[in-house]
């Protein structure tokens, strides 16, 4: 006999943008049964780890928001960091997900054992919960670059998500590795109030020069006063980033080819020094590496005090930076904007599912999951954000959304008796990774550039098809995909 309502526990690791999420829904539909585990002392994920200067997030702020919590208040077009971390905290508080929230509690362990989940974390909790959601984010475990004589350097030197607010900046010849979405934003933010300012780069990116411009407070006011306006501007913004994201899995696309060229039109117009243009040209296709969004990082590696460093580096000195062609380039502050371990997932959590079967062993070659939330013999574990899915410039936000949305209609099966354990089988991942993998020859990130969109095959690890394929298959889990117990 199916128990009906079955009470479910549920363990929400990670409380950034997308364990807040899954907290909110949960309590909507009434499921207080829950704890969201976070090993920092504060939500807010990525928005929390990364306090650069010029931090800014290059999705329009509407569509970087919860669909049904629209902010009239969001001061730009694309908002800086800080204003996305208030953001988060603000909607947090208002659905009341705080008190939900263990901090400081980080889990090191997850085993399904007699058909729940046994979780215990780095200071010994232990819990039992009958659903898992991994809302541990993408982005944030660092990338370190392993560098000969790091340790020796004598100034300040620190990883671009780990911020040390307490390096004075002012007046110091300052060295930046990099050239990501991180490291440009950086450039521009600084290059005024530093002597002087190095970039390394090895690699040069293509730039999209696009302008930032205030939201005026005619509009504020217009969105306070009706909010549904800015639900539209989010569902239109929303259809207007799909073109982007389609132009991308098509690589010969008009649309592509339309992107490059303001790229290259960028380039060629804005920089002036023919020497200096040609170490700025990326000798790759725009778009097969994150797109870089950026109006003012060519005006400000052209300021006199700023230079473009091309030259690989050799080593760190206790003075600075050495490079292949014997130059010292002494720093004060070096900061690393060398990106993050982007195949980390969940990881090093100790995570093991049916039988014993561990995650070190079903990742053994590489992470993956059914439409990027499920692994086969891993019941009731789901993933928010999981591997290769969609990637790009665009929010993160849709993504989680509409990922829950199809994890609580598995959850509502275990909560109606007609399954106690459900995940992926073999075959639906099998023929879902050979498709995407089939599909993804045809993308841009696959035109020869080295990005972290890339798997250790060199196959994106992302979504090859339109983002209009993801929502569809989002509608509803298919019931040859799912193995019900
Ligand atoms: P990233 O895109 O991975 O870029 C890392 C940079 O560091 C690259 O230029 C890389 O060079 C360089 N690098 C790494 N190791 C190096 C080494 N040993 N020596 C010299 N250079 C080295 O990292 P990110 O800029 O932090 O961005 C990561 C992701 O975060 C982005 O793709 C984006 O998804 C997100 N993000 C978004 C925003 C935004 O919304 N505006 C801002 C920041 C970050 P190569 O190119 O040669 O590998």
Not at 85 to 101: C, D, I, K, N, P
Not at 311 to 338: K, M, N, Q, S
Not at 441 to 446: S, V
Request: aromatic share 10%; hydrophobic share 40%; glycine share 8%.
């Amino acid at each position: 006999m199916p128990e009906k309502n079955r009470p479910l526990r549920f363990a929400i690791i990670g409380a950034g943008m997308a364990g807040i999420l899954s907290a909110i829904r949960l309590r909507e539909l009434g499921l207080d049964e829950f704890t969201v585990y976070e090993k920092a002392d504060r939500l807010g994920g990525t928005w929390r780890d990364n306090t650069y200067p010029g931090l800014t997030c290059d999705v329009p702020s509407p569509l970087y928001s919860y669909s049904f919590a629209p902010n009239p208040e969001w001061s730009r077009h694309y908002s800086p960091g800080g204003e996305i971390q208030s953001y988060l905290e603000g909607v947090a508080r208002e659905h009341g997900v705080e008190r939900f929230m263990r901090f400081g509690e980080e889990v090191v362990s997850a085993r399904f054992d007699d058909g729940r989940w046994q979780l215990e974390s780095a200071s010994g909790h232990r819990d039992t919960a009958d659903v898992v959601i991994a809302a541990t984010g993408v982005l944030h475990r660092p990338r370190l670059p392993a560098l000969e004589g790091l340790d020796t350097f004598r100034g300040a030197v620190f990883h671009s998500a780990r911020w040390d607010h307490s390096v004075a900046l002012d007046g110091t010849r300052f060295g930046l590795i990099g050239t990501g979405s991180t490291g440009v934003q950086i450039v521009s933010a600084l290059v005024d109030r530093v002597a002087r300012l190095s970039l390394f780069q090895r690699t040069a990116q293509w730039i999209m020069p696009l302008e930032n411009p205030s939201y005026s407070e005619e509009e504020k006011a217009a969105w306070r006063k009706e909010p549904a306006r800015a639900v539209e501007l989010h569902r239109n913004l929303g259809e207007l980033f799909s073109v982007f994201s389609n132009a991308i899995v098509d690589a010969d696309s008009e649309r592509m080819k339309a992107v490059e060229q303001m790229c290259l039109d960028n380039l060629e117009n804005n920089v002036h020094d023919p020497i200096l243009r040609e170490r700025l040209r990326p000798n790759y296709r725009a778009g097969c590496k994150r797109l870089v969004i950026s109006p003012d990082f060519y005006a400000a590696i052209q300021r006199p005090h700023a230079e473009l460093v091309n030259e690989a580096i050799t080593r760190v000195e206790p003075e600075g930076v050495r490079t292949a062609d014997g130059r010292l380039h002494p720093l004060d502050v070096l900061v690393l904007a060398t990106g993050f371990q982007t195949d980390a997932f969940m990881r090093p959590m100790q995570i093991t599912g049916r039988g014993g079967r561990t995650l070190a062993e079903e990742w053994r070659l590489r992470p993956s999951a059914y439409l990027s939330i499920s692994i086969p013999e891993f019941p009731n574990l789901f993933m928010l954000n999981g591997p290769n899915g969609p990637v790009g410039n665009f929010s993160l936000i849709e993504v989680a959304e509409l990922q829950l949305g199809y994890i609580l209609q598995l959850a509502a099966r275990l909560r109606s008796g007609e399954a106690r354990e459900i995940c992926s089988t073999r075959e639906a991942l099998d023929t879902f990774e050979a498709a995407r993998t089939e599909a993804a020859r045809t993308t841009i990130w696959m035109t020869g550039c080295k990005s972290w969109y890339l798997d250790d095959r060199g196959v994106p690890a992302s979504w090859p098809w339109p983002f209009s394929h993801f929502i569809d298959e989002m509608r509803a889990p298919r019931p040859d995909a799912f193995e019900l117990r």
